[in-house]
């Protein structure tokens, strides 16, 4: 059974410090890996896909690497600001997606 | 588009209550999913459906029922409602070019929150 842990649960940084939240998972035989950003009382939207058979994947300040032999992919946030401040989803897809628990993110202003 | 909508937004039940949560996409796509996200814990899946007539279990899906009459609405049912099933749920959907693993984004709405009590 695929297992997703997020680690660390909550973060809290000032405004322009990078941010590094990361993600680990039991079994690598997957398809892809999604990040998710959830705002409180608010549905999910999706940040970045990598597939397998990537390395990372890039969309403005955020970057996301995937190791799948290690089993782990960190996405990184850059110069983050107050409106970064959000619970991050951690998703892995073999034959359903598998959600880790989230890292909620604060930036102080 | 609307993408995916749910309603209601929130809902109080008592114990042994039944109800619908409602769930309808407008982006034509053929896959759809019911998850539940308790307290600190991620979104686990309940049921899901790869197309109008089709549905199947998921993690979760005791105490749960679903149809999927046409492509856009994807109901769920809660019979005989229970403190357990107090949580969040949310309605997803994806478009898959097969019949087979749908591994593309899933869109999803933004969450019926429900109290059992």
């Known amino acids: 059974k695929q297992e997703v842990t997020q680690i660390p649960a909550a973060l809290s940084v000032p405004e322009g410090e990078n941010l590094v939240l990361n993600c680990s998972f039991t079994?690598?035989?997957?398809?892809?890996l999604q990040w998710f950003r959830q705002d409180p009382g608010k549905g999910l939207t999706s940040l970045l896909l990598?597939?397998?058979?990537?390395r990372e994947q890039t969309s403005g300040r955020l970057n996301a690497s995937l190791d799948k032999s290690s089993g782990r992919s960190t996405l990184y946030i850059a110069a983050s600001q107050p409106g970064d401040s959000a619970t991050y989803l951690c998703?892995?897809?073999?034959?359903?997606?598998?959600f880790g628990a989230g890292t909620t993110v604060t930036v102080r202003a | 588009n609307a993408g995916v909508t749910q309603t209601p937004k929130f809902r109080i039940l008592k114990i042994g209550q039944s109800m619908t949560l409602q769930c309808t996409q407008d982006?034509?796509?053929?896959?759809m999913y019911w998850y539940r996200q308790d307290p600190g814990m991620g979104l686990k899946l309940i049921y899901y459906?790869?197309?109008?007539?089709?549905?199947d279990k998921g993690e979760v899906p005791n105490g749960y029922n679903v149809s999927r009459s046409t492509t856009e609405d994807f109901p769920l049912r809660l019979e005989l409602a229970a403190p357990s099933q107090t949580s969040v749920y949310f309605c997803?959907?994806?478009?898959?070019?097969?019949?087979?693993?749908?591994?593309?984004?899933?869109?999803f709405g933004p969450g019926t929150r429900l109290t059992v009590l």
């Open positions: 997803a959907s994806s478009y898959s070019p097969s019949s087979g693993l749908s591994t593309d984004t899933q869109y």
């Open positions: 990598i597939q397998s058979s990537q």
């Open positions: 998703a892995v897809h073999d034959y359903k997606l598998s």
């Open positions: 079994d690598s035989a997957i398809y892809n």
């Open positions: 982006m034509n796509h053929n896959y």
């Open positions: 459906s790869v197309g109008a007539g089709i549905t």
